[in-house]
Protein backbone atom coordinates (compact mmCIF):
# COMPACT_ATOMS: atom_id res chain seq x y z
CA UNK A 1 0.00 0.00 0.00
CA UNK A 2 1.20 4.07 -0.85
CA UNK A 3 2.75 6.05 2.13
CA UNK A 4 1.28 8.82 3.20
CA UNK A 5 2.84 12.01 4.61
CA UNK A 6 0.83 13.74 7.27
CA UNK A 7 1.95 17.21 9.43
CA UNK A 8 2.14 15.79 12.81
CA UNK A 9 -0.11 18.48 14.40
CA UNK A 10 -2.61 21.31 13.79
CA UNK A 11 -4.63 23.47 15.44
CA UNK A 12 -7.60 25.30 14.93
CA UNK A 13 -10.42 27.47 15.75
CA UNK A 14 -13.38 26.33 17.58
CA UNK A 15 -16.36 27.10 14.78
CA UNK A 16 -14.29 27.48 11.70
CA UNK A 17 -13.13 24.91 9.13
CA UNK A 18 -10.29 22.50 10.31
CA UNK A 19 -8.22 21.42 7.07
CA UNK A 20 -6.18 18.17 7.54
CA UNK A 21 -4.08 17.74 4.44
CA UNK A 22 -2.44 14.26 3.34
CA UNK A 23 0.65 13.91 0.69
CA UNK A 24 0.15 10.39 -0.85
CA UNK A 25 2.29 11.16 -4.14
CA UNK A 26 2.91 6.96 -4.47
CA UNK A 27 -0.92 6.06 -4.94
CA UNK A 28 -2.12 3.12 -7.48
CA UNK A 29 -5.05 3.60 -9.76
CA UNK A 30 -6.99 1.31 -7.61
CA UNK A 31 -6.45 2.34 -3.65
CA UNK A 32 -8.83 4.30 -1.76
CA UNK A 33 -8.27 7.34 0.55
CA UNK A 34 -9.84 6.49 3.95
CA UNK A 35 -9.58 8.64 6.81
CA UNK A 36 -10.07 8.34 10.33
CA UNK A 37 -9.67 9.75 13.59
CA UNK A 38 -9.11 8.70 16.94
CA UNK A 39 -10.39 10.52 20.48
CA UNK A 40 -8.54 9.89 23.55
CA UNK A 41 -8.36 6.30 24.88
CA UNK A 42 -10.81 5.34 21.97
CA UNK A 43 -10.58 3.05 19.14
CA UNK A 44 -9.98 4.60 15.68
CA UNK A 45 -13.89 6.08 14.20
CA UNK A 46 -14.05 6.48 10.18
CA UNK A 47 -14.88 9.31 8.67
CA UNK A 48 -15.03 8.95 4.91
CA UNK A 49 -12.99 7.81 1.83
CA UNK A 50 -12.92 8.00 -1.55
CA UNK A 51 -11.29 7.03 -5.22
CA UNK A 52 -11.49 9.83 -7.22
CA UNK A 53 -14.36 12.23 -6.89
CA UNK A 54 -14.50 14.49 -3.74
CA UNK A 55 -17.42 13.21 -1.51
CA UNK A 56 -19.33 14.65 1.88
CA UNK A 57 -20.90 13.55 4.62
CA UNK A 58 -22.48 14.04 7.51
CA UNK A 59 -19.29 14.60 9.62
CA UNK A 60 -16.92 16.00 6.48
CA UNK A 61 -15.54 16.68 2.97
CA UNK A 62 -12.66 14.50 1.43
CA UNK A 63 -11.16 16.97 -1.46
CA UNK A 64 -8.75 14.80 -3.81
CA UNK A 65 -6.54 16.29 -6.45
CA UNK A 66 -7.33 15.43 -9.95
CA UNK A 67 -3.83 13.75 -10.07
CA UNK A 68 -4.93 12.07 -6.83
CA UNK A 69 -1.28 12.64 -5.15
CA UNK A 70 -2.75 15.12 -2.27
CA UNK A 71 -6.12 15.22 -0.47
CA UNK A 72 -7.81 18.03 2.37
CA UNK A 73 -10.22 16.64 4.73
CA UNK A 74 -12.28 18.99 5.68
CA UNK A 75 -14.55 19.73 9.38
CA UNK A 76 -16.68 22.71 8.12
CA UNK A 77 -17.23 23.98 11.61
CA UNK A 78 -14.58 22.17 14.17
CA UNK A 79 -16.09 21.77 17.87
CA UNK A 80 -13.88 20.49 20.64
CA UNK A 81 -15.34 17.09 20.42
CA UNK A 82 -13.04 17.19 17.23
CA UNK A 83 -10.14 17.49 18.98
CA UNK A 84 -8.31 13.95 18.13
CA UNK A 85 -5.90 12.37 15.89
CA UNK A 86 -6.74 12.19 12.43
CA UNK A 87 -4.94 9.20 9.84
CA UNK A 88 -5.29 9.63 6.31
CA UNK A 89 -4.78 5.73 4.60
CA UNK A 90 -4.25 4.45 1.35
CA UNK A 91 -5.33 1.29 0.70
CA UNK A 92 -6.70 -1.40 -2.41
CA UNK A 93 -10.03 -2.14 -1.74
CA UNK A 94 -11.97 -5.18 -0.54
CA UNK A 95 -11.53 -7.08 2.78
CA UNK A 96 -8.45 -8.66 1.89
CA UNK A 97 -6.16 -5.54 1.90
CA UNK A 98 -4.61 -4.69 5.40
CA UNK A 99 -4.80 -0.48 6.43
CA UNK A 100 -1.78 0.53 7.60
CA UNK A 101 -1.82 3.54 9.85
CA UNK A 102 1.04 5.79 10.25
CA UNK A 103 1.28 8.37 12.93
CA UNK A 104 -1.45 10.63 11.61
CA UNK A 105 -2.39 14.71 12.61
CA UNK A 106 -3.12 15.48 16.19
CA UNK A 107 -5.51 18.22 15.57
CA UNK A 108 -5.99 20.36 18.76
CA UNK A 109 -9.39 22.71 18.86
CA UNK A 110 -9.10 25.74 20.54
CA UNK A 111 -12.03 27.45 22.34
CA UNK B 1 -24.58 -6.00 19.79
CA UNK B 2 -24.28 -2.86 17.95
CA UNK B 3 -20.41 -2.33 17.92
CA UNK B 4 -17.31 -4.56 18.89
CA UNK B 5 -16.58 -5.62 22.20
CA UNK B 6 -13.32 -6.08 23.62
CA UNK B 7 -12.49 -7.45 26.93
CA UNK B 8 -10.98 -6.80 29.85
CA UNK B 9 -10.83 -3.35 29.16
CA UNK B 10 -7.93 -3.55 31.15
CA UNK B 11 -5.21 -6.15 32.15
CA UNK B 12 -2.59 -5.78 34.11
CA UNK B 13 -0.14 -9.21 34.40
CA UNK B 14 3.17 -9.76 35.34
CA UNK B 15 6.59 -10.78 33.26
CA UNK B 16 6.41 -14.07 31.87
CA UNK B 17 2.91 -15.01 32.26
CA UNK B 18 -0.09 -15.77 29.93
CA UNK B 19 -2.94 -13.35 28.58
CA UNK B 20 -6.18 -13.71 26.30
CA UNK B 21 -7.90 -11.13 24.84
CA UNK B 22 -11.45 -11.47 23.85
CA UNK B 23 -12.69 -9.86 20.57
CA UNK B 24 -16.76 -9.76 19.88
CA UNK B 25 -16.96 -8.78 16.59
CA UNK B 26 -20.20 -6.86 15.14
CA UNK B 27 -22.90 -9.69 13.66
CA UNK B 28 -22.52 -10.81 10.70
CA UNK B 29 -19.21 -9.33 9.84
CA UNK B 30 -16.80 -11.95 8.06
CA UNK B 31 -13.57 -9.75 8.30
CA UNK B 32 -11.98 -9.30 11.62
CA UNK B 33 -8.56 -7.78 12.68
CA UNK B 34 -6.29 -7.07 15.62
CA UNK B 35 -4.19 -4.30 15.45
CA UNK B 36 -1.76 -3.19 18.61
CA UNK B 37 -0.81 0.45 19.82
CA UNK B 38 1.81 1.83 21.67
CA UNK B 39 1.59 4.83 22.98
CA UNK B 40 2.44 7.62 21.06
CA UNK B 41 2.07 5.76 17.75
CA UNK B 42 -0.47 4.36 15.29
CA UNK B 43 -1.93 1.04 15.09
CA UNK B 44 0.17 -2.16 14.01
CA UNK B 45 -1.47 -4.61 11.84
CA UNK B 46 -0.98 -7.73 13.39
CA UNK B 47 -3.79 -10.60 12.24
CA UNK B 48 -6.06 -10.24 9.79
CA UNK B 49 -9.66 -13.52 9.90
CA UNK B 50 -11.60 -13.80 6.48
CA UNK B 51 -14.24 -16.26 8.56
CA UNK B 52 -12.51 -18.99 10.44
CA UNK B 53 -9.20 -18.78 8.84
CA UNK B 54 -6.28 -16.42 9.37
CA UNK B 55 -6.10 -14.87 6.15
CA UNK B 56 -2.81 -12.97 6.73
CA UNK B 57 -0.40 -13.16 9.89
CA UNK B 58 2.18 -11.10 8.86
CA UNK B 59 1.95 -8.54 11.51
CA UNK B 60 2.39 -11.19 14.73
CA UNK B 61 5.59 -10.08 15.84
CA UNK B 62 7.00 -13.94 16.80
CA UNK B 63 5.58 -17.04 17.92
CA UNK B 64 4.35 -15.99 21.29
CA UNK B 65 1.44 -13.95 19.99
CA UNK B 66 -1.48 -16.24 18.26
CA UNK B 67 -4.88 -15.88 17.49
CA UNK B 68 -7.89 -17.67 16.58
CA UNK B 69 -11.89 -17.53 15.47
CA UNK B 70 -13.02 -21.35 15.79
CA UNK B 71 -16.49 -20.46 14.77
CA UNK B 72 -16.03 -16.90 12.64
CA UNK B 73 -17.50 -15.05 15.25
CA UNK B 74 -15.51 -14.20 18.39
CA UNK B 75 -11.65 -14.59 18.66
CA UNK B 76 -9.22 -14.60 21.04
CA UNK B 77 -5.76 -13.04 20.93
CA UNK B 78 -3.58 -15.29 22.84
CA UNK B 79 -0.33 -14.03 24.17
CA UNK B 80 2.20 -16.25 26.02
CA UNK B 81 5.20 -15.64 27.89
CA UNK B 82 4.58 -12.04 28.28
CA UNK B 83 6.76 -9.13 27.93
CA UNK B 84 7.25 -5.84 29.26
CA UNK B 85 7.57 -4.70 25.58
CA UNK B 86 3.89 -6.20 25.14
CA UNK B 87 2.93 -3.59 27.15
CA UNK B 88 0.37 -1.74 24.62
CA UNK B 89 -3.35 -1.24 23.44
CA UNK B 90 -4.76 -4.35 21.69
CA UNK B 91 -7.43 -3.12 19.37
CA UNK B 92 -9.46 -5.34 17.08
CA UNK B 93 -12.14 -3.91 14.13
CA UNK B 94 -14.35 -6.07 12.22
CA UNK B 95 -16.31 -5.08 8.69
CA UNK B 96 -18.25 -6.69 6.08
CA UNK B 97 -17.21 -8.78 3.23
CA UNK B 98 -18.30 -6.65 -0.24
CA UNK B 99 -16.73 -5.98 -3.16
CA UNK B 100 -14.97 -2.71 -3.42
CA UNK B 101 -13.73 -0.48 -0.89
CA UNK B 102 -14.58 -1.16 2.83
CA UNK B 103 -14.73 0.05 6.38
CA UNK B 104 -13.35 -1.34 9.47
CA UNK B 105 -15.56 -0.29 12.84
CA UNK B 106 -13.09 -0.91 15.58
CA UNK B 107 -14.04 -1.93 19.66
CA UNK B 108 -12.18 0.71 22.71
CA UNK B 109 -9.64 -1.61 22.54
CA UNK B 110 -8.12 -4.03 25.39
CA UNK B 111 -5.00 -2.17 27.16
CA UNK B 112 -2.47 -4.95 28.25
CA UNK B 113 0.31 -3.53 30.78
CA UNK B 114 3.00 -6.14 31.61
CA UNK B 115 5.02 -5.51 34.80
Known amino acids: DAKTTQPPSMDCAEGRAANLPCNHS???????VYWYRQIHSQGPQYIIH???NNETNEMASLIITEDRKSSTLILPHATLRDTAVYYC????????????FGTGTSLTVIP | GAGVSQTPSNKVTEKGKYVELRCDPI?????LYWYRQSLGQGPEFLIY????????DSGLPNDRFFAVRPEGSVSTLKIQRTERGDSAVYLC?????????????FGAGSRLTVL
Open chain 2, 27 to 31: SGHTA
Open chain 1, 50 to 52: GLK
Open chain 2, 49 to 56: FQGTGAAD
Open chain 1, 26 to 32: TISGNEY
Open chain 1, 89 to 100: IVRVGGSGNQFY
Open chain 2, 93 to 105: ASSSQAAGANVLT
